[in-house]
């Protein structure tokens, strides 16, 4: 124990995954870092399991454990990766319970530094979160803008089609006004040429 080198918060970090929505981290990584064996951390665990429910600790599948293994560097050289028995994922609350099993003057500098290490990337994850729905309301602010414009052009259009059908409607009537004056422009020269015309039977004296 005393030769137990203890992690800094930022190297713990590398030995927190998430896997069911939750972040944990398993056995094999929690007694390397408490400076104990798995199967002595287990051991206690199992003597306590009534204070380990499934959202504070549960056993992974093979799919799940061959899954951290193949994307985490950390699991695929670290301490348990040939044991038979499949590892245990505890949550946040679940390393906290481990706290109170654990009473070492290593475990419990340990705890603090798991701890703050969970609470780091809990701001993180905030953060990023605000930032996604900066993001996400940016994206819904030009969608609406969009919308209006699309709203805009649309009323443009009709109002365009409007002046269009009543400059058609306008050249009609004009077009009808036109034609009314040139038929009585007609009728008033065909009237001017009857009344100059001679009557029947009219005599001309010389």
Do not use: W
Request: aromatic share 8%; with cysteine; proline share 2%.
């Amino acid at each position: 124990m005393d030769n137990t080198v203890i992690l800094s918060t930022e190297s713990i970090k590398g030995h927190i995954y998430e896997l069911r929505g939750r972040k944990i981290m398993i056995d094999s990584d929690l007694s390397m870092l408490y400076g104990i064996e798995t199967k002595n951390l287990k051991r206690a665990v199992r003597m306590n399991k009534e204070r380990f429910p499934e959202d504070f600790m549960f056993e992974l599948t093979k799919e799940e454990y061959d899954f951290l293994r193949c994307n985490f560097f950390t699991i695929e050289n670290g301490r348990g990766k040939h044991s038979k028995y499949l590892p245990y994922a505890f949550t946040q609350e679940g390393i906290a319970m481990l706290s109170g099993l654990l009473r070492t003057p290593i475990a419990i500098q340990v705890n603090i530094n798991i701890m703050r290490a969970f609470f780091q990337m809990q701001q993180a994850l905030l953060a990023m979160t605000d930032t996604q729905l900066q993001i996400e309301q940016i994206h819904s602010e030009i969608k609406q803008l969009r919308i209006d414009m699309d709203e805009t052009l649309r009323d443009q259009n009709d109002i365009n089609e409007m002046v269009a059908n009543d400059q058609e409607i306008i050249a009609r009537q004009l077009e009808n006004i036109n034609d009314a004056i040139a038929q009585l422009q007609a009728e008033s020269t065909q009237r001017e040429i009857n009344k100059q015309r001679n009557p029947i039977g009219f005599i001309v004296n010389k």
